[in-house]
């Protein structure tokens, strides 16, 4: 998630089979970055008019575009650096099952639009598909936990060996033109939707 300083399915109880759920999975996340790509090529040609769908703080207006502002970026090179994360963290998350992954994300988006809202310095306008990047990384991180599934705690391992280090330096307060506020609160998002939507054992 970055910012520019300046003013401006199937659910768990379905019967979808593996090979199902990952061609599912496959197409929604090559759909989805697709559609940033395309948004951020319309931006370009509009002399960047896509950009005043990120949030400013405290702007009672702005609140319409919490969750637009998760589909635009501020140039090429942002939308660029958010493709492979976005990709392997959200084919990770939705091969849980199409419907929770959708709820998943939007509850990421509109926490982390709302906190972005509430705490990010004036005058900043703040977009990008990191805070649901962040998000994501902390629904796989806890969810396996949570479920007491031996492969979700693996995924834990491999996208915290990953990613961890990248993650930790998105948190710094230090960097200029990233929203570490949008990151932070994305992350805590993602962790929370793994406590609220988690999948609860059948009944014998």
Same mark, same amino acid.
């Given at each position: 998630?970055a &910012?520019?300083?300046?003013?401006?399915?199937?659910?768990?109880?379905?019967?979808?089979?593996?090979g199902?759920?990952?061609?599912? &999975?496959?197409?929604?996340?090559?759909? $989805?970055? &697709?559609?940033? $790509?395309?948004?951020?090529? /319309?931006?370009?040609?509009?002399?960047?008019?896509?950009?005043?769908?990120?949030v400013?703080?405290?702007? *009672?207006?702005?609140?319409v575009?919490v969750? *637009?502002?998760?589909? /635009?970026?501020?140039?090429?090179?942002?939308?660029? &650096?958010?493709?492979? *994360?976005?990709?392997?963290?959200?084919f990770? !998350? !939705?091969?849980?099952?199409?419907?929770?992954?959708?709820? #998943?994300?939007?509850? @990421?988006? /509109?926490?982390?639009?709302?906190?972005?809202?509430?705490?990010?310095?004036?005058? /900043?306008?703040?977009?990008?598909?990191?805070?649901?990047?962040?998000?994501?990384?902390?629904?796989?991180? #806890?969810?396996?936990?949570?479920?007491?599934?031996?492969?979700?705690?693996?995924?834990?391992?491999?996208?915290?060996?990953? $990613?961890?280090?990248? @993650?930790? !330096?998105?948190? !710094?307060?230090?960097q200029?033109?990233?929203? $570490?506020?949008?990151?932070l609160?994305?992350?805590?998002?993602?962790?929370?939707?793994?406590?609220?939507?988690?999948?609860?054992p059948?009944?014998?």
């Amino acid at each position: 998630m970055a &910012a520019i300083d300046g003013g401006t399915g199937a659910g768990p109880g379905a019967a979808v089979s593996r090979g199902e759920r990952v061609r599912l &999975a496959g197409k929604l996340m090559l759909g $989805w970055v &697709a559609l940033l $790509w395309v948004l951020e090529i /319309v931006d370009a040609a509009s002399g960047n008019a896509l950009d005043r769908f990120g949030v400013v703080p405290r702007d *009672p207006g702005e609140l319409v575009d919490v969750v *637009p502002s998760a589909f /635009v970026h501020f140039g090429f090179a942002h939308v660029a &650096a958010n493709t492979l *994360p976005l990709l392997v963290l959200g084919f990770l !998350a !939705a091969l849980g099952g199409v419907r929770r992954f959708l709820a #998943v994300c939007l509850l @990421i988006m /509109v926490a982390d639009g709302v906190g972005v809202w509430l705490i990010s310095p004036a005058g /900043v306008n703040t977009a990008g598909v990191s805070g649901v990047i962040f998000g994501l990384f902390g629904f796989l991180l #806890v969810s396996g936990f949570v479920e007491r599934r031996p492969l979700g705690v693996v995924v834990a391992v491999l996208i915290t060996a990953v $990613w961890g280090s990248s @993650i930790l !330096a998105g948190l !710094a307060p230090t960097q200029t033109g990233v929203s $570490w506020q949008g990151h932070l609160i994305g992350l805590l998002s993602g962790v929370a939707a793994a406590f609220l939507l988690a999948r609860r054992p059948r009944a014998a």
